[in-house]
């Protein structure tokens, strides 16, 4: 029956795909954003959450992305999820404030019984934080699911133990040298055709459209998998962070890891520079052999890359196929993108890249 479903109505589904999709367009993106945070700091607890954060003292992990699924063939959480338990274990040990940046259940491709049924050790690891009074969940295009569905606070209460209230935004709002100053989490996708200001309404995709596309076995372009859109993703959101009236803003979405407006690509190029002037030829031997490794994935560079001020930051996933799992820390007045990894069998938490928080501030 799928086969012959597929057969007759791929074609009629793609064309609606574009057809009613929006091709990314940075005003419109923009102006999702900024009506985001403009929203979250006039109503607080409504569409955005307000967490007062003491940079000196106050500890936070972001991680997006974990697309928990059904343990099936296509659960791109299941190999990483031994590193996701680790690190959770860690970060509940060392007084972290956990916020779960979208995404962070699989509900396009399916429902939310058997993912709840299918996770429950992980669901377990995040309820601590939640009986801690220490986690934040925010909701992404594929979880649109906690946004819309009238049965949401049912499900989270059956997850957590209480009816925890799912945002859109976060905003890390603290007070540096007398001056608020302010970090805007959101998982985004604001202003993506296919999941937010859609012709179509939200339920519609949460609830049928993306289930039939799951079904039929299309993959509609998003910019965790196109690289084409997740190179405007990062072009977008970089732009709008170096507007003067916005914050500093920390997404996921694309899968991608990006610390202080560098992909791990361009990070890489500005390394080789400075190995070529100091004329390390060990150091640039290694890191020639790790440019071309990464170009497989990802080979777009910003033109003015060197000159991008730190102010983008992108939380990457924790659903990587090598069973790898990247975030942001904010603590000890360090601002941190970290990987943990399996090695030797033991799950290993990597400081990939950091830098300290006032730098970050009194950046121009």
């Not at 949401?152 to 997850?159: G, I, P, R, V």
């Not at 339920?203 to 190179?231: C, D, G, H, R």
């Not at 400075?274 to 490794?293: D, M, P, R, S, V």
Request: proline fraction near 4%.
């Amino acid at each position: 029956m799928r086969r012959f479903l597929q057969r007759i109505l791929t074609k009629p589904v793609l064309w609606l795909v574009h057809r009613f999709e929006s091709k990314p367009d940075m005003n419109r993106v923009h102006k999702a954003l900024t009506d985001l945070y403009n929203h979250s700091l006039a109503h607080p607890g409504k569409k955005g959450k307000i967490i007062n954060m003491d940079v000196a003292t106050d500890k936070i992990i972001i991680f997006s992305d974990q697309h928990k699924g059904t343990k099936n063939g296509s659960d791109d959480f299941m190999t990483a999820e031994p590193n996701y338990l680790s690190a959770l274990d860690y970060y509940y040990n060392q007084d972290f404030h956990l916020i779960a940046l979208g995404d962070n259940e699989e509900l396009w491709e399916n429902t939310i019984w058997p993912v709840i049924a299918k996770n429950k050790t992980t669901i377990e690891a995040e309820r601590k934080f939640v009986e801690a009074k220490r986690f934040t969940k925010v909701f992404g295009n594929h979880d649109l699911f906690w946004n819309n569905d009238p049965f949401a606070k049912l499900h989270l209460m059956n997850m957590y133990g209480e009816a925890v209230k799912v945002y859109e935004a976060v905003v890390l709002q603290t007070n540096y040298n007398g001056k608020e100053t302010n970090f805007f989490l959101t998982h985004g996708h604001q202003g993506d055709g296919q999941s937010d200001s859609n012709p179509f309404s939200e339920w519609f995709i949460s609830a049928v459209w993306a289930p039939l596309q799951s079904y039929l076995n299309i993959n509609p372009n998003t910019p965790a998998y196109n690289k084409e859109m997740k190179t405007k993703h990062n072009v977008f959101m970089y732009a709008w962070s170096m507007q003067p009236q916005n914050p500093v803003l920390i997404t996921g979405h694309t899968h991608q890891p990006v610390f202080a407006s560098l992909t791990h690509l361009e990070k890489l190029y500005k390394q080789q520079i400075l190995a070529e002037k100091e004329n390390n030829t060990t150091a640039l031997a290694a890191i020639k052999k790790e440019i071309e490794f990464r170009q497989h994935e990802y080979d777009y560079v910003q033109a003015n890359y060197m000159h991008n001020k730190p102010f983008y930051f992108n939380s990457g996933c924790c659903c990587f196929t090598d069973g790898d799992i990247t975030g942001i820390e904010i603590a000890d007045g360090m601002i941190r993108l970290i990987k943990w990894e399996t090695d030797n069998g033991s799950s290993t938490r990597i400081v990939l890249e950091e830098m300290k928080v006032h730098d970050l501030l009194t950046a121009e």
